[in-house]
């Protein structure tokens, strides 16, 4: 069993950065895939980023890539979102979550396919 805690959300404002940390418990995470996914308000979740087990494969949601940079820190069994020239519409609940093996950059952008998930942390960006 793994636990995923978030942390690193907040209020900010709109061009700004923030960086979210999603630190794991349990076990080790160096061999599992990880992706950060969001939920606004009214919304479905929706997929953000994911990593693969080395950080040598990452993917990113189109409205996010060029600005949120997913990365890997196996030795603190931690994962981060680095959130730069953040945008109104990023506001929204961020989750992390571990699918143990990579399934391609496709199968990775579906919530369904994760087993395991953190409790969230909200960002709020303001215009």
């Known amino acids: 069993q793994v636990q995923l805690v978030e942390s ?13 940390s999603c630190a794991a418990s349990g076990r080790t995470i160096s ?3 990880m992706g950060w ?3 606004a308000p009214g919304k479905e979740r929706e997929f953000v980023a ?3 087990w080395s950080g040598g ?12 940079t997913i990365s890997r820190d196996n030795a603190k069994n931690t994962v981060y979102l680095q959130m730069n020239l953040l945008k ?9 979550a571990l699918r143990p093996r ?15 998930w953190g409790q ?8």
């Open 57 to 68: 494969i990452t993917v990113y949601e189109d409205s996010v890539k060029g600005r949120f």
């Open 31 to 33: 061999g599992d895939s």
């Open 102 to 116: 990579w399934l391609g950059e496709t199968l990775m952008r579906i919530a369904a396919h994760y087993d395991y």
């Open 120 to 127: 969230g942390t909200q960002v709020t960006v303001s215009s």
């Open 8 to 20: 690193g959300g907040g209020l900010m404002q709109a061009g700004g950065s923030l960086r979210l």
């Open 88 to 96: 109104y519409e990023d506001t929204a609940v961020y989750y992390c």
């Open 50 to 52: 994911a990593i693969n």
């Open 37 to 39: 996914f969001r939920q």
